[in-house]
């Protein structure tokens, strides 16, 4: 096989995970989609006299990268940053590769090590979920948002166990591959015989699940606003009083007494508010004023607000310097309860967006925060996750991109959230995949913990998501509009919300006792030589 035919095979790679991608593709091509990547590998390893030790990496990058560029290529609408996304994650996905073959190498002999690669990968998107600079938008699980009848058993393995599917699936079609070339048909039988299996099955399984499952009656009104305005010019622009203004006139258009909450996105209030002075901001005295006229409906809404260090505070690595009036403070991305208690309830988001709401202070990197409107450069966070309790009702708020984080939503469920309130901003991306892919993480989130998802966008999609995924009132974009809905409570907890990402911690552990394995042969050999 030729250079170029390694890097024809890695561009197939790139082009079948590509279709395979929501929106616009067919999950079932993610089942093969590896298969060339597999093929490049054992090719290097079998002529590994012929290749260089980055081999594996140079020969699969290409593919890599043209998956990351044609499904989050919407990214460079909001920023030309998008270049490092796309660039840095191929990047990893092809030192997985590289570290995978490595281990082939120093442990296994031909034809053997290939179920090295699920552990190998499952640790790096494990990693990829719980490091500062998370960018898990194309974990391999993710890609059935769109094919929620295919993943019910979600609620036992989260979405790390879509990866798990997907990869063991590629491997024995890789594995019937090498036994049609080699004219073995009995192993050919074998292994498609195996991978029909192993992609069917967990389908079947999920189609009984899906059908079997009944929600308990437990139903609370809702309406989900969604203003529609655009984040480049008017979202920052219009005054605070005119945008609560809208909230409650959408909201005015749907209420009836059995509503019992009203929803509002991310970064709905921009009107410098400073935490301890909350009572000066006339666009939440607007919304404290609506749910004095209505007492039984509470609003969850998005702001940007602000805390002054007092003088010997401890500063966090994102406290900021105000110079003209010569002190610390925090900039957070916030979401309240307002009630008529006149106490607001609020959680700080936790998840940041690289690049955009968390940049490490390393001198010049601090230019380069992405200014997407309001606040810019690292945001603070809360310690711990906040519910928002109204009455006897636990909510979990998940702001914009928190909702990537299976195990951080399954958190919120393990301490009592009966339903989820995810506000967001979709506009930065205009009218393209990214809002759309953004809407499918909450079917995930919904059937890994059995709750419903009320997603309250500014512009992109506003639905309700039910306990097993299905999507209700999706708006269309850029409408200012607001939609109705009993949702169901639940308090029962599924597998994965008690047990998190176990599979990633346990892909993590296998992966470095290996890798560790690996080295330590390596050096041995070394060694050997020198003697």
Wanted: with cysteine; net charge positive; hydrophobic share 45%.
């Amino acid at each position: 096989m030729k250079k170029k035919h390694l890097l024809l095979l890695s561009v197939l790679s790139g082009v079948l995970l590509t279709i395979g991608w929501p929106v616009n593709g067919f999950p079932a091509f993610l089942f093969v989609a590896m298969v060339p990547m597999f093929l490049i590998e054992d090719h290097i390893f079998n002529n590994r006299d012929d290749f260089s030790v980055f081999a594996v990496f140079f020969h699969t990058y290409p593919g890599f990268l043209l998956w990351n560029v044609l499904t989050t290529w919407w990214v460079w609408n909001s920023t030309p940053a998008a270049i490092a996304a796309w660039t840095l994650n191929a990047m990893f996905m092809s030192i997985v590769f590289t570290v995978y073959h490595f281990i082939r190498k120093e442990i296994y002999g031909k034809n053997k090590g290939y179920f090295v690669l699920p552990f190998v990968w499952i640790a790096f998107e494990f990693l990829h979920l719980n490091w500062k600079f998370t960018w898990s938008w194309l974990n391999l699980g993710n890609g059935f948002g769109n094919h929620i009848k295919w993943i019910q058993w979600y609620e036992y393995t989260g979405a790390l166990g879509g990866t798990l599917w997907i990869l063991v699936s590629n491997i024995l079609i890789f594995l019937a591959v090498k036994s049609l070339q080699k004219g073995n048909k009995n192993r050919l039988i074998l292994n498609s015989a195996l991978a029909f299996i192993i992609i069917i099955i967990p389908v079947f399984i999920s189609y009984l699940i899906y059908f079997g499952y009944k929600e308990k009656k437990n139903p609370v009104r809702v309406i989900a606003c969604q203003q529609n305005l655009n984040p480049y010019s008017t979202q920052y622009s219009t005054p605070a009083t005119e945008v609560a203004g809208i909230i409650t006139g959408l909201a005015d258009k749907l209420m009836d007494d059995s509503v019992r909450f009203i929803v509002a996105p991310e970064s709905t209030i921009q009107d410098y508010l400073w935490e301890d002075k909350l009572e000066r901001s006339h666009a939440l005295k607007i919304l404290e004023n609506y749910v004095r006229k209505h007492p039984d409906v509470d609003i969850v809404i998005g702001a940007s607000t602000y805390k002054k260090y007092r003088e010997g505070e401890k500063l966090s690595p994102s406290a900021r310097y105000f110079e003209k009036e010569n002190f610390y403070y925090e900039s957070y991305n916030t979401a309240f309860l307002i009630d008529t208690t006149g106490i607001l309830q609020r959680h700080h988001k936790m998840k940041l967006t690289p690049g955009v709401e968390y940049m490490p202070s390393w001198g010049f990197l601090d230019k380069l925060a992405i200014d997407l409107g309001g606040t810019v450069g690292s945001l603070g966070i809360d310690d711990e996750q906040v519910l928002l309790v109204a009455d006897t009702i636990k909510i979990a708020p998940i702001i914009c991109y928190e909702s990537v984080f299976g195990e951080f939503c399954g958190d919120y469920a393990k301490k009592g959230a009966q339903v989820f309130f995810l506000i967001t901003n979709d506009g930065w991306w205009g009218d393209t995949p990214g809002y759309k892919q953004h809407l499918l993480f909450s079917p995930l989130r919904a059937i890994e913990t059995r709750r419903w998802v009320v997603q309250s966008a500014n512009t992109g999609t506003s639905a309700f998501i039910d306990q097993r995924g299905n999507i209700h009132q999706a708006t269309k974009y850029w409408v200012r509009t607001a939609i109705k809905q009993d949702v169901n409570l639940n308090s029962e907890l599924t597998f994965y919300s008690e047990m998190g990402d176990y599979i990633g911690r346990i892909s993590a552990f296998l992966a470095v006792f290996l890798l560790l394995i690996s080295i330590s042969f390596s050096l041995k050999r070394k060694t050997k030589k020198l003697r």
